[in-house]
């Protein structure tokens, strides 16, 4: 094997620790293992790609991007496997830093046409070699300074799944571009003013880059702002609707109190006069009305207070309702908060349960404090799986609970099992002070 022709190689396989670093700029923030842990790693696994793939080549006198497509596979595969993200969005980092490598590949080509024609050697010149590791830093450099941090913003804040699987194509191209333009024979560059403008051609293919990663940015940014307003609106629109129905229910219990003051004046006097049948009478009637009202529900009033809404809601659609509302008067938690999930979660549980058949509705409801900072509430009900499957639409209820949920930094599960639906929901809470 040919040492010198070795020795080129390894220099040309060598643009490999630029275009690593170029990949991992954006993804520090996502590392599965430590950050020294994954350069040693990543360094020792190149540097043994590097060594094998240069001494096939040399061994073999074969063109390096004949190893090229084996290389790209066998990094992605590492590079997904050391990081925290989903693969479209590891897809788009890796053909971005790709992109980039060819791009300076090629301009160094381009700068070295004269020197590829003086070397018939299969492998790069030293000079195009040592030209594509510098616009390579470069480009680095300004990328790590530029636009790194706002890639990893899209990574760690952008979460739709469908454009992140379909802008990656986008730096493929570039890629696949920048390759398949190397000449067969640099001395085609030298001719007219080819060199010039190809020179011209990379620079505005680099800049282009650049640009559409930070136009992804921008509409990216302005798409997750929109929807955290319409989110916020959402939740500001179902809290809303809870404080009406509490008020209501305030006002409710307000006139009934009035009421029972005069129940009692009807009472006493009944009693000082001894007529003991006019007052059985009027006892049997108001013990009747009483039976009529719901029980009490739970210690803390304003979450009684939107059960009991419910409660009564439930019995006049004759759906069942089990609540063990295991909760303390004082919450550790603004009262609104739980008011509006627990609203939301019954609501849709009840009207789920409206197309069934009388005998087969039920719905129950579980909320209580699993520890002084932990509180859990379960809602599950039975649903017709035919009307189910009709509705496509999301509804904002569940939008708003999920909100509230990714606020308090607590976890959201929903299962189905033989027609029954279940929200599990686990919020993490500070003491109150």
């Known amino acids: 094997m040919n040492i010198e022709l070795f020795a080129r190689y390894l220099l040309e396989f060598s643009l490999l620790y630029p275009s690593a670093v170029l990949c991992y700029l954006p993804m520090r923030s996502c590392l599965r293992y430590r950050p020294g842990t994954v350069a040693a790693i990543v360094g020792a696994g190149l540097t043994a790609v590097i060594a094998a793939s240069s001494w096939a080549c040399a061994r073999f006198l074969l063109p390096s991007n004949t190893l090229l497509l084996p290389i790209l596979l066998l990094s992605f595969a590492f590079y997904r496997f050391t990081l925290n993200v989903s693969w479209e969005k590891a897809l788009f980092v890796f053909s971005a830093s790709a992109a980039y490598a060819a791009q300076c590949t090629l301009g160094a080509f381009i700068l070295g046409a004269r020197a590829e024609m003086a070397s018939p050697s299969t492998a790069l010149d030293p000079f195009t070699s040592l030209t594509a590791l510098g616009l390579t830093a470069l480009v680095a450099l300004v990328y790590g300074l530029r636009l790194a941090g706002r890639v990893s913003w899209l990574v760690q804040e952008f979460h739709s799944r469908r454009v992140w699987r379909t802008v990656w194509i986008l730096p493929f191209l570039f890629t696949f571009i920048s390759i398949i333009f190397v000449p067969q024979d640099p001395a085609t560059i030298l001719v007219k003013r080819i060199q010039g403008l190809g020179l011209l051609l990379v620079c505005l293919s680099l800049l282009l880059s650049f640009m559409l990663t930070q136009f992804f ?211 993490s809470l500070q003491p109150s002070s």
């Open 217 to 427: 940015y921008r509409i990216a940014s302005e798409l997750t702002l929109n929807a955290r307003l319409m989110q916020e609106n959402q939740v500001l629109s179902a809290e809303s609707m809870r404080y009406a129905e509490l008020r209501s229910y305030m006002e409710e219990t307000a006139l009934l109190r009035h009421d029972y003051r005069q129940h009692l004046r009807v009472l006493t006097g009944l009693a000082e006069k001894g007529d003991l049948e006019p007052l059985r009478a009027y006892l049997r009637q108001y013990t009747q009305d009483l039976s009529d009202q719901r029980p009490r529900l739970c210690a803390n009033a304003a979450v009684d207070a939107i059960a009991g809404h419910y409660d009564r809601w439930a019995r006049r659609y004759e759906t069942p309702v089990v609540w063990h509302l295991d909760l303390p008067k004082e919450l550790p938690m603004p009262e609104v908060d739980l008011c509006m999930l627990l609203g939301n979660l019954v609501e849709n549980a009840l009207t789920a349960s409206q197309a069934l058949p009388v005998q087969e509705r039920s719905v129950r409801v579980d909320c209580r404090m699993l520890s002084g900072t932990l509180l859990g509430l379960v809602v599950e009900n039975r649903y017709d799986e035919a009307s189910a499957n009709r509705r496509s639409e999301r509804g904002v209820g569940l939008v708003s609970v999920e909100a509230t949920v990714h606020r308090y930094h607590g976890r959201m599960i929903t299962q189905t099992h033989q027609q029954l639906f279940s929200v599990n929901l686990l919020l």
